[in-house]
């Protein structure tokens, strides 16, 4: 469950009546929410948050600026739907570590949701949006930019291992749904990622000892030769 959720839901309907107060939108979670999985007239935006997490089983406290949120986002006027989905991360000291929901600020929230209307004015409704500033999304947290050039644990990451990519530098996007690519797949999860680099090793492996094979092999059949030729020539005298 999301921590919050009575913030994210008042955040959402200020922002969005403010620009379109004659349209009712709603938002809801969906744990279920999937990339490019969803029916016709959805809208995905992806946006990457910063927000802190506390483990559950020992207490261990970290923060991430590349937490996942993905939207999923529909006009059928004068109703509009939002669907979201929050992926979470887990501790990378606990061996049966369990993966524990983003905790925002209210800022956090401002600023992720301001976003989430200034794509909604873009994709849906095909309007010209301001600077997200004019839409209230403030600063998120000043050590945001601190920690948005640190390393990105894919390994602790739902979003990356069902393969929602997290890059570890990287603007929010959006996109029309699209058919999800095998080779995408496979390169967004680190633990798919590991097992085809083993396999092509094994691959090279053999290749590798043919190869040595072949090169003792040459340099047997040229220095056999010239010794014999030596020998012979020392024999008769030549040498």
Known sequence: ????????????????????????????VDRNLELNRSGHGWRQYRHLGFARFQCSL??????????MILFWMRLQEPYGEVKMRLFAQRCQKCETALFEE???????????????????LLRCYRENV????????????????????GSHDRENCEACLLGVFCP?????????????ASSAWWCSCPALTRASNDSTQV??????????????????????PLIVVMVVLGVTGVL
Do not use: Y
């Open 168 to 180: 570890r530098q990287s603007n929010s996007r959006d996109s029309k749904p699209q058919p999800v």
């Open 203 to 224: 691959q090279q492996s053999p290749f590798k000892k043919r190869r040595l094979i072949l090169i003792i092999s040459l340099g047997v059949a040229i220095i056999i």
């Open 130 to 149: 301001p600077q997200e500033r004019d839409l209230g999304a403030t600063c998120e947290d000043p050590l945001r930019e601190a920690f948005s050039n």
């Open 58 to 67: 020992c207490g261990r406290s970290w923060i991430s600026a590349q937490v």
């Open 102 to 120: 983003p905790r925002f600020s209210e800022e956090g929230i401002q600023a992720v949701l301001g976003s989430l209307v200034m794509r909604i």
């Open 1 to 28: 469950m999301i921590k919050n959720m009575d913030i994210w839901e008042q955040t959402f309907q200020q922002l969005i009546r403010k620009k379109k107060p004659h349209h009712r939108w709603i938002l809801e």
